[in-house]
């Protein structure tokens, strides 16, 4: 009976994170929500309510298509990349070599710095004429016109490497850490059985990786989707609107052009969109996890 009474008082412990969650996490959700069918400029308290106005004009202009379209490549780029790239260097680091852990903190450093360092850091090492590339060509007597940043056709590649090479100590620290769990008889039996180092990785180690896979597919995915820091320090959306990913656009909609109702809108198709293809995205990966 007594404990009973002390398991009920338990939720009262819940109740002031439940607070802090409702207040900070669900209440500005539903704001966003209401926001969208104003004209709200983020400034004037107030507002019109506006029906659908705001949700009908993104759907008929560009910014809509050209943000989602960007941020579509940069999630691809990066999920793709980032994931095979992390592989093979988990795989080279797992194998018995001189001076493992060193190149495996080497390859962890990226990670460490803060996005706005290697921002500014890449930005220097793509700058035409003065940046490290350029000079590096100029050494060589290479003549060179280089802009990654500032040619339309690059931008949005440039800042996806960065963004690659940014995260991918943690993905290869995934992938090491599952690949560490692969059972050594097994990969044993399989050389007996004459198998060759690419049929043990296909048949052997990678359904093994299953998990760490998810993960990584995972992040890599919401981290694509919600691309902001690499555009507004390096590019600032540009050039035109090459590097535009939804989230920059709902940010220069809002602060820049102090359109608060329209980016709200944007934020809720944003918010749709993300849902939509993580969701699809984790149950595949967990039916195919389950199914290995």
Known sequence: MSSTVMKKSMYWFAVPALLFYLTFWIFPILRLFQYSITDYNGYAQAYNYIGFA????????????????????????TVIAGNMIGLALALLLNMKIR????????????????????????????????????SFL??????????FLGDYSTAL???????????????????????????????????????GSWRLLRHVEIPLLATAITINVTLSLINGLKAFDFPFIMTNGGPGTATNTLIYSIYK??????????????????????????AVFVLKMNKREVSA
């Not at 450093?109 to 490290?132: E, N």
């Not at 100029?138 to 802009?147: F, Q, R, V």
């Open 54 to 77: 705001n949700y009908k004009e993104l759907f008929g202009s560009d910014i809509l298509g050209t943000s989602l379209k960007n941020t579509l490549i940069y999630t691809f780029v």
């Open 99 to 134: 001076g493992t852990g060193i190149y495996r903190s080497l390859a962890y450093i990226p990670t460490l710095f803060s996005a706005i360092v290697v921002g500014f850091l890449w930005s220097y090492v793509y700058m035409p004429d003065y940046g490290l590339i350029s």
């Open 138 to 147: 100029d050494k060589l007597g290479i003549a060179n016109e280089l802009n």
């Open 157 to 195: 590649y440039s800042i996806i490497f960065v963004e690659i090479w940014k995260t991918i100590g943690t993905t290869m620290i995934i992938f090491l850490a599952g690949l560490q769990t692969v059972p050594t008889d097994l990969l044993e039996a399989g050389r007996m059985d004459g198998c």
């Open 253 to 278: 909609m809002a602060f820049t052009e102090q359109l608060f109702g329209k980016a709200s809108a944007l934020g809720v198709i944003s918010f749709a969109v993300i849902i939509v293809i993580t």
